[in-house]
């Protein structure tokens, strides 16, 4: 029987859309790791995966523009996105184009795109969602709480919303913010990430350095509230051993003196993510 020769055709742009649709670069576990993890935490096989799609695109047509752009934002080349995405008048350039000025601190930019998405008629909590995300970064936490709760009555059945929400509020509205992030947790209840967000909420409140010192918090009340978060990031790693989550796992071990396990949570990120090791666990 002969032998059918390979097939050496350069894929379709559709053909490498779907690729990348089927990577999982595009889930909501990667959105928040995007917005709350370092681009170096994108695990290496889904890098190597990215990188070999980019490497493929041969056109410089606004779709082939596109989907290198999308690319280049998921792996954490973000000047570079935007330059590709720069000029494309989807509502799916819009949004990553308005990620990547997010992420280059560009807010006032990333502002424009975001309300000319919401402009061409998007309904998903994204679009909010990222423009609560800007208005945190600027330090004003009780407008991106307010932004968050938009998107959860927006679309109450997309998880991002409460995620976003629930980290907001958290330190000001204690119940509303649980509420918030159980609630997305029970819209994913085979995920990971919102109970991971549930503890990197916790932990951005305690601010070791900063807030506990300042409120007089005691030894004790340090070590109830991180065994607490150590309990919540269990159960997403338990779903999910995603390397930030496993980072951040690490972290709150060192602090209650396990170096032991926190070690090997970060070696177990390491594996995943290969040039990580620099990276500090706190950010």
């Known amino acids: 029987m002969t032998k059918a020769p390979p097939d ?3 894929p379709t742009l559709k053909g490498l859309w779907d690729r990348f649709d089927a990577s999982g670069a595009n889930t909501e576990a ?16 889904l890098r190597r995966t990215l990188e070999g799609i980019l490497k493929k695109i041969d056109g410089d047509d606004e779709e082939s523009k596109e989907l290198s752009g999308v690319l280049l934002a998921c792996l954490g080349k973000n000047a570079e996105a935007f330059n590709c995405l720069n000029g494309i008048k989807s509502n799916r350039s819009l949004l990553w184009r308005a990620e990547a000025l997010v992420q280059l601190g560009k ?29 945190s970064r600027r330090g004003d936490r009780e407008r991106a709480a307010e932004r968050a709760h938009s998107a959860c009555k927006l679309n ?18 204690q ?5 918030a992030l159980q609630r997305a947790a029970s819209l994913r209840p085979e995920a990971g990430w919102p109970l991971a ?28 509230e991180l065994r607490k978060t150590i309990s919540v990031l269990d159960e997403a790693i338990e779903l999910d051993p995603a390397p930030w989550v496993l980072r951040l796992r690490a972290m ?17 990120a390491i594996t995943a993510c290969p040039g990580s090791e620099e990276l500090h666990t706190e950010r």
């Open 175 to 179: 119940k509303t913010a649980e509420a």
């Open 197 to 224: 967000m549930n503890g990197l909420a916790r932990l951005s409140v305690m601010n070791f350095e900063g807030i506990w010192k300042q409120s007089g918090s005691s030894s004790r009340d340090i070590f109830s």
């Open 8 to 10: 050496n055709s350069a």
């Open 252 to 268: 709150c071990l060192e602090k209650i003196g396990q170096m032991k396990l926190g070690i090997r949570d970060l070696n177990r």
């Open 30 to 45: 990667e959105l928040m790791r995007r917005w709350t993890a370092t681009s170096a935490l994108l695990p290496a096989k």
């Open 156 to 173: 109450p059945d997309d998880p991002i919303g409460w995620v976003i929400f629930g980290m907001f509020t958290w330190g000001k509205d």
């Open 107 to 135: 807010h006032d930019e990333a502002t424009k795109e975001i309300l000319a998405s919401l402009k061409q008629g998007d309904t998903s909590a994204k679009a909010i969602s990222l423009m609560a995300l800007s208005l």
